[in-house]
């Protein structure tokens, strides 16, 4: 599966980065970093997890 970020959705609030710390982070400038896109098994339901949190969605997992 893989994790897709609608960028000028994102608000930067790093809630999805709370659920996912393993999978993405803000950088410095607030910007979020995916640090992994492809995911499998624990990994993807932690995915879905920062996907239902994002409160302007724009995080999926397909
Ligand atoms: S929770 Fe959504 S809006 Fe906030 S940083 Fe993550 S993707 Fe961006």
Request: glycine share 6%.
């Amino acid at each position: 599966m893989r994790i897709v970020l609608d960028r000028p959705r994102c608000e930067g609030h790093g809630l999805c980065e709370e659920a996912a710390p393993q999978l993405m982070h803000l950088d410095d400038d607030g910007e979020l970093v995916l640090d992994r896109e492809e995911v499998e098994g624990a990994d993807a339901a932690l995915a879905n997890a920062a996907a239902r949190v994002c409160p302007v969605a724009a995080l999926r997992v397909i």
